[in-house]
């Protein structure tokens, strides 16, 4: 190429970059940044703690009332989730001058869809949760034993209210916001099948353990396919509230009714929700026959490309999930 020639052209706006290592380097920048507001997470939660061990050595202060620890447990969560993704939503709606409530999705779904994506998202969770136990046991077979942090519920009415706040309508409303709403708007321009597996995969990374882990991401897969189905949060929000209920409501009958009747209700409802997901399911397939079809938007890169160009992200976000899981069985083990 001639130098003049480019170097006028350039000048004189003619210029277009290739549009390939373009897409590339927008793609490696945007898992990277969303990598790095996953990571976030846990270094507020790091500051936090140091705070109050601060507060505890300082001033004597140490929480022991089980109302004031759940409204602390508030306080962590506006604070290390909701906080880093509002600012990274911000940073997208700046850039691309659009109305953050439109890019979130809180627009109401019509009911035909609503009830039935709900009552789909129930059976898909269990679903999730009989694959996870699967990966756990397959695991097990090779002497790789998975930890999750015990959650214990409180005594007394207003500690139980406040818990299954945090338990359910927390994580429901600041995730969906975080990883269906800003994750999936901000990396949608790179397809629809490139924002749900990203976005999963990011969901599961979140939880921090590779107990969860797993579980997280197939439901990822199923919240962000909703979000794609609906343009909106609320069907996940429903799906994700009704899913961390149920387990909160046991945790808190555990110590007050016996392990029997438990056994039984837990059996009639997982009854009645496989039922009704497979119901909900038949309905919804018949009514929107061309619903669990994905968009194919037109990209520049394949499939397999996109994935390439976000693996600098995708492997800082496994090694933080890896290094949380080495972490927490050290700390077992030190005990």
């Known amino acids: 190429m001639n130098y003049d020639n480019f170097q006028q052209n350039f000048y004189q706006g003619e210029y277009q970059p290739d549009p390939i290592k373009e897409q590339k380097r927008e793609i490696r920048?945007?898992?990277?940044?969303?990598?790095?507001?996953?990571?976030?997470?846990?270094?507020?939660?790091a500051v936090l703690i140091l705070f109050?061990?601060?507060?505890?050595?300082?001033?004597?202060?140490d929480v022991i009332d089980p109302l004031h620890k759940q409204i602390l447990n508030i306080v962590n969560y506006v604070f290390c989730m909701f906080t880093p993704f509002l600012v990274l939503g911000f940073i997208?709606?700046?850039?691309?001058n659009i109305s953050f409530?439109?890019?979130?999705?809180?627009?109401i779904p019509k009911a035909s869809s609503f009830f039935p994506l709900v009552f789909i998202g129930l059976g898909a969770c269990m679903l999730a949760n009989f694959l996870n136990a699967i990966i756990a046991q397959i695991a097990a077979l090779f002497g790789i034993t998975f930890w999750s942090p015990e959650v214990v519920a409180p005594d007394g009415l207003l500690p139980q209210i406040v818990f299954v706040i945090v338990m359910t309508v927390m994580p429901a409303l600041i995730e969906e916001f975080a990883f269906r709403g800003v994750l999936m708007s901000r990396l949608r321009k790179y397809g629809d099948g490139f924002a749900i597996f990203i976005s999963a995969l990011m969901f599961g990374v979140m939880h921090g353990n590779l107990?969860?882990?797993?579980f997280a991401f197939i439901l990822g897969l199923v919240f962000g396919y909703f979000y794609i189905l609906t343009g909106s949060i609320w069907v996940g929000v429903a799906v994700h509230f009704l899913n961390n209920l149920f387990p909160s409501l046991i945790l808190i009958l555990q110590n007050q009714v016996e392990m029997e009747i438990i056994y039984l209700i837990n059996t009639g409802v997982i009854a009645m929700l496989i039922l009704l997901s497979l119901i909900s399911l038949y309905i919804y397939v018949n009514s929107h026959p061309s619903a669990f079809k994905l968009n194919k938007n037109s990209q520049v890169l394949a499939?397999?490309?996109?994935?390439?160009?976000?693996?600098?992200?995708?492997?800082?976000?496994v090694a933080l999930i890896v290094a949380m899981t080495a972490a927490l069985l050290y700390g077992l083990m030190e005990r």
């Not at 945007?30 to 976030?40: D, E």
């Not at 109050?52 to 202060?61: D, H, N, R, T, V």
């Not at 409530?101 to 627009?107: F, L």
């Not at 499939?303 to 800082?316: N, V």
Request: proline share 3%; no cysteine.
């Open 101 to 107: 409530i439109k890019m979130i999705g809180t627009s």
């Open 92 to 96: 997208y709606k700046s850039n691309h």
């Open 303 to 317: 499939f397999k490309d996109r994935i390439l160009a976000a693996m600098p992200g995708i492997i800082l976000a």
């Open 211 to 214: 107990v969860q882990a797993p």
């Open 52 to 61: 109050y061990a601060l507060l505890k050595i300082i001033l004597g202060f």
């Open 29 to 45: 920048k945007a898992v990277l940044g969303i990598a790095a507001t996953v990571i976030g997470i846990f270094i507020l939660e």
